[in-house]
Nanobody, 119 residues
Framework: VQLQASGGGLVQAGGSLRLSCAAS????????MGWFRQAPGKEREFVAF????????YYTDSVKGRFTISRDNAKNTMYLQMSSLKPEDTAVYYC?????????????WGQGTQVTVSS
């Protein structure tokens, strides 16, 4: 599985960005995709995931109500719509995938895209 993330950038607090992650390669019945992020000087943290089979989603508490994860099965692409962005959302965002439904420790990682939120 190869992952290509895009869509990061610089935005003011309160603004919006949409990240995309294009996937290529094999899938499975337990295929899940997700987003993690890593802020400067902090550990990498889980943001959200989506099940490819039924579209179920899960978010970390700090982004609930502000971020929306979605997928386009036909395009093999996952999205993260981020709204009401805060400076603390500044991080490198990584898209992930796993063929066995491992949400917290996915096997496949994209290269990361920088999101910077200015105050």
């Amino acid at each position: 599985v190869q992952l290509q993330a895009s869509g990061g950038g610089l935005v003011q607090a309160g603004g919006s960005l949409r990240l995309s992650c294009a996937a290529s390669g094999r899938t499975s019945s337990n295929y899940v995709m997700g987003w993690f992020r890593q802020a400067p000087g902090k550990e990498r943290e889980f943001v959200a995931f989506i099940s490819w089979s039924d579209g179920s989603t899960y978010y970390t508490d700090s982004v609930k109500g502000r971020f929306t994860i979605s997928r386009d099965n036909a395009k093999n692409t996952m999205y993260l719509q981020m709204s009401s962005l805060k400076p603390e959302d500044t991080a490198v965002y990584y898209c992930t995938a796993d063929l066995r439904g491992r949400i917290w420790a996915p096997v496949y990682w994209g290269q990361g895209t920088q999101v910077t939120v200015s105050s």
